[in-house]
């Protein structure tokens, strides 16, 4: 809670933006039960899980749909890097 606390105080000195309406997490560590919610209350924001892939659809004959979606957020630097072209 300390870091983050720490980063949404840098954030605000950098922009003088003080006020959020939302939190969005991203990376494997969005998906540790709970989690959205312990911060949402800690940091009185909504907190939400970003789905870089609610976008493109997932073909259940080749995907178990159910697991793209629980690590979806695990793939979100790929997922941007791939739209900006960056992947080799």
Same mark, same amino acid.
């Given at each position: 809670?300390?870091?983050?606390?720490?980063?949404?105080?840098?954030?605000?000195?950098?922009?003088?933006?003080?006020?959020?309406?939302?939190?969005?997490?991203?990376?494997?560590?969005?998906? %540790?039960?709970?989690?959205?919610?312990?911060?949402?209350?800690?940091?009185g924001?909504? $907190? =939400?899980?970003?789905? !870089? %892939?609610?976008?493109?659809?997932?073909?259940?004959?080749?995907?178990?749909?159910?697991? $793209? =979606?629980?690590?979806? !957020?695990?793939?979100?630097?790929?997922?941007?890097?791939?739209?900006?072209?960056d992947?080799?």
């Open positions: 809670m300390n870091e983050i606390r720490q980063a949404l105080i840098y954030y605000n000195k950098q922009t003088g933006i003080n006020k959020f309406d939302k939190l969005i997490l991203a990376g494997g560590g969005a998906s %540790l039960v709970e989690l959205p919610e312990y911060l949402g209350r800690k940091l924001v909504p $907190v =939400h899980v970003f789905n !870089p %892939l609610e976008a493109f659809e997932v073909d259940p004959k080749k995907f178990n749909v159910n697991a $793209v =979606h629980k690590l979806s !957020p695990q793939f979100t630097l790929a997922v941007g890097l791939a739209l900006r072209g992947i080799l």
